[in-house]
């Protein structure tokens, strides 16, 4: 995964989903089990995930050592207000270490913070320093758009975790040039689109509105084909976009890692897929179409 030394598997698994949807610890054993008898080796947590941290720390148990575990701080849970001073950030890093029952991270992330707390660099330092006392192995910005330029530009990250999918093009161009020139470890977030399109009506749910939208207005025309066959493209889709080594895909069922994983069994989607669905985005996405947090 860039210059890291992580060698990590292109399917890894998102833990938003099982800490916002109150998924039980016997069933985050079952997927979690599951996923790393298959193969699976990456998770991405977050502090502000509700329970998602302890439910993962405790399926985990012993096996901690085959995965590479991933985490992101400047949102303490129960607290509304993010919070990017270096004593916060330490302090919930140390809470992330105590709720996945680990001695160290491999990649703690800093969690969406805005271009001023970049370019303030305190927040930063403060990564670099948990880095220095052995508590994570390497440090990354999750962001999009500007910041996230910054971030790459910087200098100062491992790693760079960013929206990409058939919805979110943004950081095709804007970041991951930079990214794989900087031999960064690129982790695609939201790399489903959150399959809005499998709802008929505008979703209630506000986080799923704005892909709902684009993906009406793309239209792709493998997307009106079998359910299985469109989630497999959009997948193979992330997965070909040059600089993503991994794509973490949030689930709430104990079968769905293994069921994408059989999907990316063809490997890259062949060129002229790909060009097709990057030739589409160019001609139907408007410039306000930046990269979703
Ligand atoms: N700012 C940030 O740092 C940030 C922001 C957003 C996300 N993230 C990270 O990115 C991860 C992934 O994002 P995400 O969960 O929002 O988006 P996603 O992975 O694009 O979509 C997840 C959704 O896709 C569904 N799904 C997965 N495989 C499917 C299949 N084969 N068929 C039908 N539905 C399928 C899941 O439903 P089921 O439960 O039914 O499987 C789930 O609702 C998060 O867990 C988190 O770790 C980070």
């Known amino acids: 995964m860039g210059k890291t030394d992580m060698d990590v598997s292109v399917l890894g698994f998102g833990g938003s989903e099982i800490g916002y949807q109150r998924v039980s610890a016997k069933t985050v054993a079952r997927l979690l089990g599951g996923a790393l008898d298959a193969g699976l ?21 012993a096996r901690r050592r085959d995965v590479h575990l991933f985490s992101k701080c400047g949102h303490a849970r129960a607290e509304a207000r993010s919070d990017w001073r270096p004593e916060a950030l330490s302090r919930s890093i140390e809470r992330s270490l105590r709720r996945l029952a680990t001695d160290h991270l491999d990649l703690i992330q800093l969690h969406s913070c805005g271009l001023d707390v970049l370019r303030r660099g305190d927040a930063i330092t403060a990564l670099e320093r948990a880095r220095g006392r052995g508590w994570v192995r390497y440090i990354g910005y999750s962001g999009d758009g500007e910041a996230a330029r910054w ?13 990409v ?29 959150n399959v809005a399109w499998r709802y008929a009506r505008k979703p209630t749910e506000a986080y799923y509105q704005e892909y709902w939208e684009r993906l009406r207005a793309l239209d792709y025309a493998f997307l009106r084909g079998k359910a299985d066959a469109a989630v497999k493209t959009a997948l193979r889709f992330t997965l070909s976009v040059p600089g993503v080594h991994t794509a973490i895909v949030g689930t709430t069922k104990p079968d769905r890692w293994r069921q994408n994983a059989a999907l990316l069994g063809d490997g890259r989607l062949p060129e002229a897929e790909r060009e097709r669905i990057r030739a589409r985005w160019k001609a139907v996405a408007p410039a306000s179409w930046e990269g979703q947090i």
């Open 165 to 193: 999918s058939v919805a979110d093009q943004e950081a095709i161009d804007l970041t991951l040039p930079a990214a794989r020139a900087a031999g960064l470890g690129v982790i695609a977030k939201r790399p489903l689109a």
């Open 41 to 61: 080796n990456v998770i991405d947590t977050a502090e502000c995930y509700e329970d998602s941290e302890e439910l993962i720390g405790k399926a985990l148990g």
């Open 151 to 163: 971030a790459v530009e910087s200098g100062r990250f491992d790693t760079l975790q960013t929206s």
